[in-house]
């Protein structure tokens, strides 16, 4: 069966800092991968698309970038946080073929 | 763009009363539509998708497409039915976003008893 699994469950980091949330599927592969977000009194936010290894779409500007490694392998990162890139995090994989996502447990990041 | 709205984010209802959690989505093509689910300390996860016209734990959901909107409904709500409901519209098989749902933000059920 498959798995998917992303740490760290919460991260409490300054503003200015670096970020760094991996996300790992099991048991599939070539899966499309994804990372959303969930901001305070908002709804899911499609934030990184990925269909392959190297391959990633950025649905919104944002300070935030993707990364595929490896082909179950999904990262996301900063170089330096804003106090807005607070909120819950939700890596999330799908069928090549099919709309029904699976998701992770989700990332809490609180931008201090 | 696609839009989804759910214009409740609260709904609170007694344990055996009717629910409806509304949704009303404006989509470019014909979207597939999805109701999303998060019961406390558990993930997200699909509850139902409308072309399979199924009913999972009680809920049914109908697509009207002349008043684009995906209600989720049950006749008799349990105090398991409380969680985070999320209807998403994506796009159909074979269109260039296949894949990415589009979330509204959510609406909150709780059945008291």
């Known amino acids: 069966s498959q798995t998917i699994h992303q740490w760290p469950a919460t991260l409490v980091q300054p503003v200015g800092s670096p970020l760094s949330l991996e996300c790992t599927v099991e048991?599939?592969?070539?899966?499309?991968l994804y990372w959303y977000r969930q901001a305070a009194g908002r709804g899911l936010q499609l934030l990184f698309y990925?269909?392959?290894?190297?391959?990633i779409s950025s649905e919104v500007p944002q300070n935030l970038s993707a990364s595929r490694p490896q082909d179950r392998q999904f990262i996301l990162s900063s170089k330096k946080l804003l106090l807005s890139d607070s909120g819950f995090y939700l890596c999330a994989w799908s069928w090549v073929v099919g709309n029904t996502i699976y998701f992770g447990e989700g990332s809490w990041l609180t931008v201090v | 763009a696609q839009r989804v709205t759910q214009p409740e984010k609260l709904l609170s209802v007694f344990k055996g009363a009717p629910v409806e959690l509304k949704c009303n989505y404006s989509y470019s093509g014909s979207p597939e539509l999805f109701w999303y689910v998060q019961y406390s300390r558990q993930r997200l996860q699909l509850l139902l998708r409308h072309i399979s016209r199924e009913s999972i734990k009680g809920f049914t959901a109908d697509l009207n497409k002349g008043e684009t909107s995906f209600h989720l409904k049950k006749p008799f709500a349990q105090e398991e039915d409380s969680a985070m409901y999320y209807c998403?519209?994506?796009?159909?098989?074979?269109?260039?976003?296949?894949?990415?749902?589009?979330f509204g933000q959510g609406t909150i059920l709780t059945v008291h008893p």
């Open positions: 990925s269909v392959g290894i190297g391959q």
């Open positions: 048991g599939t592969s070539n899966p499309n």
């Open positions: 998403a519209p994506g796009e159909e098989a074979g269109g260039t976003s296949y894949g990415k749902l589009t």
